[in-house]
């Protein structure tokens, strides 16, 4: 019980950060939007799913390009730093362009994994391959689409518009409130469990 109200006792700093950056903080900016890169990275053990520190949810790896840096280029960096998975892209799945609370553009690429070890990060404290066709419940809706797209293959890069409303908002609260005050372990892979 101690662990749980510690878990809950860190949540109003961080969704006072996350309210502040998607409400104001990308507006207040003032530069062109935000893309944010991708990777649905597949392999015989499944797809590659992983936690951040500071919202507590199952999400795609990826991140942001560093100045000068090309999206994938950027790409793979921030897969090997978030998961120790070297990977190769395969093609572009699509532009997941998102208005209302942190708006962004969201670049999603195909990408196998050609080196590395699994291995959790800083930024990352979990990570895990899961069955594609049964993702966690607690994978935050806004990476449904883009992996059902991965999934499925189009022939073409899609482009799709989402509008990121109070729905989506309360989603991932309630995902991130699930992961806290349960053991946030249960289910994850124990630190003997194989990558």
């Not at 939007?33 to 990826?62: C, I, K, N, T």
């Not at 499925?152 to 409303?165: K, M, N, S, T, W």
């Not at 409130?177 to 630190?191: F, I, K, V």
């Amino acid at each position: 019980m101690a662990g749980r109200a510690r878990r809950l006792a860190t949540v109003l700093p961080h969704y006072a950060r996350i309210a502040y950056w998607g409400l104001l903080g990308l507006r207040l900016r003032g530069r062109e939007a935000l893309v944010v890169y991708q990777a649905v990275v597949r392999s015989e053990r499944g797809v590659l799913l992983s936690v951040r520190r500071d919202l507590h949810g199952w999400e795609l790896p990826g991140g942001n390009a560093q100045p000068g840096e090309r999206g994938e280029e950027a790409l793979r960096r921030e897969v090997r730093e978030e998961t120790g998975v070297e990977v190769v892209v395969e093609r572009w799945v699509g532009d997941y362009r998102r208005t209302g609370f942190a708006p962004h553009t969201a670049r999603v690429y195909a990408c196998r994994p050609v080196g590395g070890t699994l291995r959790p990060s800083a930024e990352t404290p979990v990570v895990r391959w899961f069955d594609p066709g049964a993702p966690p419940s607690t994978l935050f809706p806004w990476y449904r689409v883009p992996l059902a797209d991965a999934l499925a293959e189009h022939p073409e890069p899609v482009l799709r518009h989402e509008h990121q409303g109070p729905r989506a908002v309360l989603a991932g609260m309630w995902i991130d409130l699930r992961m806290r005050t349960t053991d946030h372990r249960a289910g994850l892979p124990r630190s003997d469990d194989p990558p």
